[in-house]
């Protein structure tokens, strides 16, 4: 029973790009001891010198699905990224551990992927959306036709209706989480929710508030867009924090 095992809702949450907090406040883009204070009052608890088991996302974040390194002397070559994430979860010939886990628990796996990878619901990797979604039923058609062709590679950067927001807002998906999800499902507790934020990553977006900036040409190498963006984040974690706790 997962009311049994999972005493309460998982949130993994990777805010993509965001550098460690000391780092930043060498960069003076946060007051650390400000910021820490406010997280722990926030029932955050910080853990300081982490590592990933890889340094690039599509192995990290396949580790972190199947719970095991993923890359071998038995694997296939690197190269091939058909075996990472994320087409790990679009493929429909090997369930993926942590979701699969999920489920025989008596659990839910919820993705809130993000304009470059969006949310597919699938059904042999357990996976659901946080919204149903005509294009992404689109999207599942379209590679059963065209499989792994360039065509079918085009088709899945199309704007998938479900939180397609990467040149609108700046990826808020956090925001997304909130005014999209179905308050029975959170409350009734026991989910694994995995939401991918593309932010602090440029293209920055986004002032210290969180509203909406144009930084025109150094919207993908300014410091100060990538400093509105990281405090944006820290802005949107202690939304987030209140939102679940109320």
Same mark, same amino acid.
């Given at each position: ?77 690197? !190269? ?7 087409? #790990? $979860?679009?493929?429909?010939? &090997?369930?993926? %551990?942590?979701? +699969? ?74 925001? !997304? ?7 029975? #499902? $959170?409350?009734?507790?026991? &989910?694994?929710? %995995?939401?991918? +934020? ?49």
């Amino acid at each position: 029973n997962s009311k049994n095992i999972i005493p309460g809702n998982i949130y993994y949450i990777i805010l993509d790009g965001m550098i460690e907090l000391p780092y930043a406040s060498e960069l003076e883009i946060i007051d650390e001891e400000k910021i820490r204070n406010e997280l722990i009052t926030n029932n955050l608890k910080i853990i300081d010198d982490t590592y990933a088991n890889y340094a690039e996302t599509d192995t990290a974040l396949s580790s972190l699905l199947e719970l095991d390194y993923v890359v071998t002397e038995n694997t296939p070559k690197y !190269f091939n990224r058909k075996y990472f994430f994320p087409s #790990i $979860l679009y493929q429909n010939k &090997k369930p993926v %551990f942590l979701p +699969q886990l999920m489920k025989e628990l008596g659990s839910e796996f919820f993705w809130v992927g993000n304009g470059m990878l969006p949310c597919i619901e699938n059904s042999l990797n357990y996976i659901k959306c946080l919204t149903s979604s005509k294009m992404a039923a689109f999207l599942m058609i379209s590679k059963t036709f065209f499989g792994s062709t360039p065509l079918a590679a085009f088709i899945l950067r199309l704007p998938n209706t479900d939180n397609w927001n990467y040149a609108i807002q700046g990826q808020r998906n956090l925001v !997304f989480f909130m005014e999209n999800i179905d308050k029975n #499902i $959170l409350h009734d507790g026991h &989910k694994f929710f %995995f939401i991918h +934020q593309m932010s602090p990553h440029a293209p920055f977006k986004v002032s210290s508030k969180c509203e909406k900036y144009d930084f025109k040409e150094k919207q993908f190498t300014s410091l100060v867009g990538y400093t509105s963006a990281y405090n944006c984040n820290l802005l949107e974690i202690f939304q987030f924090m209140k939102f679940i706790q109320g």
